[in-house]
Structure formats: C-alpha cells, structure tokens
C-alpha cells in the first residue's frame, strides 16, 4: 500500500478564524491530490482536485475563496478553511494515488468543528 | 458523472453470519475500490478490484464490470467488522480522475 498522513486529526476553532489543514503522501510522490468532506452519517464528497505547482480544480458549489489548496510540492497539499463559521464544521479527509496508479489511499481525516 | 449506489443502507449481523453487499455504477469504470471506514473515520482500502475476484481473509470481492456492479462478501462476520462499507468508482475522463463514493452500508455486527 501507501501512506497518506493528514494533520491535525482534530481541531476547534473560533467562528472567523482560518484552519489550515496538511496532507502528506509519506512513502510516494503524488501529482495530484483529492480533498473530501463528510457529514456525519453521509458519503464522501468531493470538494476539490488539488494538482501540483497550479491552481486546483473545484466541484460545483465549493467556494474556492473560502476553501482555499495549496499543492507546493509532490508531497504535500494544503487546504486552508477561511473565515471559518460553525456551517463549516465537518470531517475533511484527503486521498493520493501513486504516479501512473489509480488506487486511492486516504488520510486519517480531521474533525473541524468551529465554535 | 457517474452515480454509484450501495445497498443495504443498513445491515445488523449477529457474529459469525454471513453477509453481501452490492455496489451498483451507472457507467463503464477504470477503477472500483471498497473501503471501511472505522468508528474514528479513517476510511482503509479493503479492494481495488475494477474487475474480476479477489480475497483477502474472510473478505472477498468481485466485479462484473460489464453488468456495471460490485459484491463484497464477508463471511463469520466478527464485532470488528463493524462500521460503514463503502464503495467507490472512477472513470478517467482524460484529466485527473475523481472517485465517486456510493451511499455506504452500515453494519453492525452484534454478540
């Protein structure tokens, strides 16, 4: 298999503030990167396509200003919640393939939860 | 896109039972993975299997492609296997490939 390690795995934060959320591919390097988010007793959506060294692809409905990915290098994307208001609490989680594989492997999540 | 959908919703099991799960997909897929996602929320890769049957343990998957559909099947379900099942699938559209979750199956194994 391989790795993807996600940071923090829970956070509480005051309604305005940002939350900066890391996601590394450990063991494989990864040109592109998924961002997921659940609600409790839901599937998995997806928010976001983050590719790296350019801008990252959005689904219908996620505000890019608010849900803001950052994908520096092979090995690591961000994805920073701005202005963070109790409607954004959720269970974000992201996923990474191996270069030239499909099998996606997902990260531990984080549980947001903005008070 | 592609739709996928898992059924049941809901399954409670008594331990050592016997049980199938079926992911049904809307199109043609390059890619269909099953997944358990444990109390905590971390989602582990139980199959990769966009065709064909495999079996690790007491899991064991297969997939008509051509029907469009997925069975997993656990056998002597024990009180760990509970959680939420899930199914996903990708289809490549020429860019990067997006998976797809299905509705999930949640299950409950109980003594």
């Known amino acids: 298999g391989a790795v993807v390690s996600q940071h923090p795995s829970r956070v509480i934060c005051k309604s305005g503030t940002s939350v900066k959320i890391e996601c590394r591919s450990l063991?494989?390097?990864?040109?592109?990167m998924f961002w997921y988010r659940q609600f409790p007793k839901q599937s998995l959506m997806l928010m976001a396509t983050?590719?790296?060294?350019?801008?990252?692809?959005?689904e219908q409905g996620v505000e890019k200003d608010k849900f803001l990915i950052n994908h520096a290098s092979l090995t690591l994307s961000t994805l920073t919640v701005t202005s963070a208001h109790p409607e954004d609490s959720s269970f974000y989680i992201c996923?990474?393939?191996?270069?030239?594989?499909?099998?996606?492997?997902f990260g531990q999540g984080t549980r947001l939860t903005v008070v | 896109g592609i739709q996928v959908e898992q059924s049941p919703p809901d399954l409670i099991l008594q331990e050592g039972a016997n049980s199938t799960l079926r992911c049904n997909f809307s199109?043609?897929?390059?890619?269909l993975q099953w997944f358990h996602q444990n109390p905590w929320g971390q989602l582990i890769n139980l199959f990769y299997?966009?065709?064909g049957t495999k079996q690790n343990g007491r899991l064991s998957a297969t997939t008509v492609a051509t029907e469009r559909y997925s069975l997993l099947y656990i056998s002597s379900s024990q009180t760990t296997d509970s959680g939420v099942y899930f199914c996903?699938?990708?289809?490549?559209?020429?860019?990067?490939?997006?998976?797809?979750f299905g509705t999930g199956t949640r299950l409950q194994v109980t003594l």
């Open positions: 996923s990474a393939s191996r270069q030239g594989a499909t099998e996606a492997f």
């Open positions: 063991d494989f390097q990864a040109t592109t």
């Open positions: 983050s590719n790296e060294g350019s801008k990252a692809t959005y």
């Open positions: 199109d043609s897929v390059n890619n």
């Open positions: 299997i966009p065709s």
């Open positions: 996903a699938a990708q289809r490549y559209t020429g860019t990067a490939s997006k998976l797809t």
